[in-house]
């Protein structure tokens, strides 16, 4: 194959699918070719095949599915699955009742299925025992009334499997315990297999948030079979795997920079990583449902989402912070702040003090340049802080926990290959606590500060 032909490869005629003949695309975030149409994934090189996203559920129900029904919302737009023996009154997602009964219309076949072990009375006991661990949260979060409605759902998740390559690059550093410090640049390969990685299916529902109640235990993964359906609600996937290819493929780059700092935190004392590309093969996915308690709160008109992991019964949500709390945070964020500028303006009155000779009035002198400095900073620190009191009150929510790492889905079973090729970059030395590059290796001395200066002037 030529130059041309290599071209020829990526240009607007000829990027066709091998297996469909349908335009391919590439997507940066997996390094790979990919078909939406049928969801091969190609090299880019060769187009040869390295991975195969299938879709589901596209063809019309069958007499197998006739024991199961859907729920339409005339309002959110939300599609539920359950058996002809369990009812919805209301929407769990927008509240509203508007709920249509029909036949099921397509295909609702998952792979794989976690029954649910948490009931609704453990869910709310474990959510109200997680909210007790946040500061301020409105009373009517816990509210008996308000969980009530929470509702029993089986999530659709894609768990995808892959051969991953990434690229990472960065800095590292190593204290030579002599007040020096040798620099490198980070340069790695590494290659690792991740297995059952998942990926919540649902638009209507926060992928941060199922991330907070991951993992599940997959030892209690059977085969789907409706049997488990009845009493729950199972949520039918609106997200295919083809369609979240940059949040899989952003999910495993972090994975292979967490790598890179487990295996060098034995070399670095200091190490600062980042993903400088990667691709990855072998794609896979099973289509499976997994336990969630779910509830939609609306609170002063906004939506917060709550959840309970139906398997483990981990509990996590998006919440607010009463505003008593907030203001008491920000009564905090003043006094925080305020022994700073009393310290800052103190210092400035004393260098203004300093010009009197007769050192009897120095005292006056200074009390006067503390107030009129005091008043004068009032106009930078006003703004100051209300510019902080405004941060403060917009991200007054309760912290949700983050997604587990990848020691939950790395296949320990396989090799991990990791392609080392670090270099020396120069040597530093530490000067007050901080780093200060010097390549002459001549060490800086330390300098006198202006606040040094004033005390010696005045204690002389």
């Known amino acids: 194959m030529n130059w041309n032909d290599d071209v020829d490869i990526f240009s607007a005629n000829s990027a066709k699918c091998p297996g469909c003949g349908s335009n391919i695309f590439f997507n940066e975030k997996i390094g790979r070719l990919v078909c939406s149409f049928c969801g091969g994934i190609f090299t880019p090189e060769t187009l040869e095949p390295t991975g195969y996203i299938e879709k589901r559920d596209i063809d019309e129900a069958g007499e197998e599915e006739n024991n199961k029904q859907e729920f339409v919302c005339d309002t959110c737009g939300a599609t539920l699955v359950t058996d002809y023996n369990t009812s919805a009154t209301f929407c769990a997602f927008c509240g509203s009742p508007s709920l249509l009964g029909r036949r099921l219309t397509k295909q609702f076949r998952p792979d794989l299925i976690i029954p649910f072990k948490v009931s609704k009375e453990q869910a709310i006991k474990n959510y109200r025992a997680w909210v007790a661990t946040q500061r301020g949260v409105p009373k009517a979060f816990t509210e008996s009334a308000t969980l009530e ?274 270099l020396f970059s120069h040597i530093s030395i530490k000067v007050e606590g901080s780093d200060q590059e010097d390549r002459s290796m001549f060490r800086l001395k330390k300098r006198t500060t202006l606040l040094e200066l004033i005390l010696r002037q005045f204690f002389k």
Request: aromatic share 14%; hydrophobic share 45%; with cysteine.
């Open 149 to 422: 409605k929470i509702t029993g759902f089986y999530i659709p998740f894609w768990m995808i499997d892959a051969d991953c390559t990434t690229l990472v690059g960065g800095t590292g550093q190593i204290d030579n315990g002599d007040n020096t410090i040798a620099n490198f640049f980070i340069d790695r390969t590494i290659r690792f297999h991740v297995t059952k990685v998942p990926f919540d299916g649902c638009k209507k529902i926060s992928d941060i948030l199922m991330e907070a109640i991951e993992p599940f235990d997959y030892k209690d993964l059977v085969p789907y079979n409706d049997l488990y359906l009845p009493g729950f609600y199972a949520q039918r996937y609106d997200k295919s795997a083809i369609d979240m290819l940059d949040v899989i493929g952003i999910r495993l780059d972090s994975y292979a920079e967490n790598l890179v700092k487990q295996f060098s935190a034995s070399e670095y004392d200091k190490i600062t990583t980042s993903s400088a590309g990667s691709f990855a093969d072998n794609f896979s996915q099973l289509y499976a449902l997994l336990p969630v308690w779910f509830l939609n709160i609306k609170y002063e008109d906004k939506t917060y989402s709550i959840a309970v992991n139906g398997q483990t019964g981990e509990a996590s949500g998006s919440l607010p912070i009463s505003k008593a709390q907030v203001n008491a945070n920000v009564v905090k964020e003043v006094f925080r702040w305020l022994p700073l500028y009393l310290c800052v303006t103190a210092v400035v009155a004393a260098l203004f003090a300093l010009v009197s000779i007769d050192r009897g009035i120095y005292l006056q002198l200074f009390l006067m340049m503390f107030g009129m400095t005091s008043l004068a900073g009032l106009t930078v620190f006003i703004p100051f802080i209300r510019k902080k009191v405004r941060f403060l009150k917009f991200n007054q929510t309760v912290t949700i926990d983050k997604a587990p790492g990848v020691e939950e889905y790395i296949d320990y079973s396989g090799k991990i290959d990791m392609e080392k090729k670090d």
